[in-house]
C-alpha cells in the first residue's frame, strides 16, 4: 500500500527526487541479479580476548558490484530487509559462514573457534528460520556450540514470546546468541534478563570516544557490570587503539574486536593471520599476555 502511494505522488517530484528513485529502483534490481552473479563474499574479523588470544571471528557480508564497486552492508541491508531479499541472502551468509566453521574442524589451531553471524530481524522472524540454520549446520557438518547469531535489540521489544521460543529451539542444538549494537536500541532490563543470551555487544559507538567522553566511559562500565550480573560475556567491538583496548580490559571487558588488531579480511588472509598469531603465541608460552 505504502508504494502504492508513493508511485501515485511521483508527479509532485522534481527531477532529482525522480533521478534518486530510478537509481533506488535501478539498486535493486541489482540487489536481486548479485546473488546468481556471485557478487557476494563474507569477510571475516577476528575477537580476541583480555590475554589477547583469538576466540573466533563475527562474519561480514561484502557486496562487489561490478558498477559501484564494494558497496557497505549498512548500504543494503535496509534495501534486502525491505524487499524480503534478506532471505534468500541470509541463508547464503549462514552457509557460506558454517562452510568455513566446519573446515577448521581439520586444522587444530583453528578448530575451537567461534563463527558468529549477523542475523537480521525478517530474517530471525521468519517461519523457517529454525528450520534453515538446523539444516545449513546439517549440510555443513559445523558444530552448533560454535555457532553464535548476533541479533540486534528491535527483536526483544515486539513479540517477545516468540523470539525467546525461536531463540530456545536453536539453543537446544547448541547455538548461542548475541546481542549487537547494545546501548543504541530499548532493550528494557526485564527483556535483557528473559531471553536465552550469552553475549553482549557494545556498540562502537561508545567505545569510539571511550578516552574523552566521560558519559560514554560511564555506559560502558555500565554495560559491563550489567553483562556481570546477568552472568553474560560482554565483547567490545570497534576496538581502534591500545588505549581503548587497556582501558576496556581495566574496566572488566573480556573481549574485544575491532581495527586494532585486525580489520574484516578475506577467508585465506584472515586464515594466515589468525594460523601466525596462534603459532606465535603457542611459542611464547604463557609469558605472552597482553601480546597482540
Ligand atoms: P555490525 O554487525 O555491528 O558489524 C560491525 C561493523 O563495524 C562492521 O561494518 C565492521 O567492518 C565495522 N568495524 C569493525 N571494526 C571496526 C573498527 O575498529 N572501527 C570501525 N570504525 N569500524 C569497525 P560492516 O562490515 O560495514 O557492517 C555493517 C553492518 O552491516 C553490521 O554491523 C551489520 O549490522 C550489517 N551486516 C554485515 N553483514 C551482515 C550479514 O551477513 N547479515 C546481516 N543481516 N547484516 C549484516
Ligand atoms: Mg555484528
Ligand atoms: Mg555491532
Ligand atoms: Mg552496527
Redesign the pocket.
Known amino acids: 500500500q505504502a508504494k502504492m502511494a508513493g508511485r501515485s505522488t511521483l508527479r509532485f517530484f522534481n527531477p532529482g527526487m525522480q533521478k534518486a528513485v530510478d537509481e533506488h529502483v535501478a539498486f535493486e534490481a541489482d540487489l536481486r541479479s548479485a546473488l546468481a552473479q556471485q557478487e557476494f563474499s563474507l569477510?571475516y574479523?577476528p575477537q580476541l580476548n583480555a590475554r589477547g588470544q583469538i576466540l573466533g571471528v563475527?562474519?561480514?557480508?561484502r557486496w562487489t558490484q561490478p558498477r559501484r564497486g564494494m558497496v557497505?552492508?549498512?548500504e543494503f541491508?535496509p534495501a534486502a530487509e525491505e524487499t524480503g531479499l534478506?532471505l534468500p541472502l541470509?541463508r547464503w551468509?549462514l552457509h557460506t559462514a558454517c562452510t568455513r566453521l566446519a573446515a577448521w574442524q581439520k586444522q587444530p589451531d583453528l578448530a575451537p573457534l567461534t563463527m558468529a553471524?549477523?542475523?537480521?530481524p525478517r530474517?530471525f522472524r521468519d517461519a523457517g528460520f529454525v528450520a534453515d540454520v538446523l539444516r545449513v549446520l546439517a549440510v555443513t557438518g559445523a558444530p552448533a556450540a560454535q555457532l553464535k547469531l548476533?541479533l540486534t535489540e528491535s527483536l526483544l521489544v515486539e513479540d517477545m514470546a516468540k523470539t525467546i521460543a525461536t531463540m530456545e529451539a536453536l539453543r537446544a542444538h547448541g547455538v548461542s546468541f548475541s546481542l549487537?549494537?547494545f546501548g543504541t536500541g530499548y532493550s528494557s532490563l526485564t527483556y535483557l534478563k528473559r531471553m536465552p543470551l550469552g553475549q553482549l555487544k557494545i556498540d562502537?559507538g561508545f567505545v569510539h570516544d571511550l578516552l574523552s567522553d566521560p558519559n560514554d566511559a560511564a555506559i560502558v562500565r555500565t554495560i559491563v557490570a550489567l553483562a556481570d550480573s546477568l552472568g553474560l560475556e560482554v565483547i567490545a567491538?570497534?576496538?581502534?587503539t591500545e588505549e581503548q583496548r587497556h582501558w576496556l580490559a581495566q574496566a572488566g571487558c573480556q573481549a574485544y574486536?575491532?581495527?586494532?588488531f585486525s580489520?574484516?579480511l578475506p577467508a585465506q588472509e584472515v586464515e594466515q593471520l589468525m594460523q601466525s598469531h596462534i603459532s606465535a603465541k603457542n611459542a611464547a608460552g604463557t609469558g605472552a599476555d597482553g601480546l597482540l
Do not use: C, F, R, T
Not at 563475527?58 to 557480508?61: C, G, V
Not at 553471524?117 to 537480521?120: E, F, K, P, Y
Not at 567491538?237 to 581502534?240: D, F, I, Y
Not at 574486536?257 to 586494532?260: E, K, R, S, T, V
Open positions: 569477510h574479523q563475527e562474519a561480514l557480508l557497505s552492508p549498512a541491508i534478506i541470509g551468509v553471524v549477523n542475523v537480521s530474517q548476533e549487537d549494537d562502537q567491538e570497534g576496538v581502534e574486536q575491532g581495527y586494532l580489520k574484516p
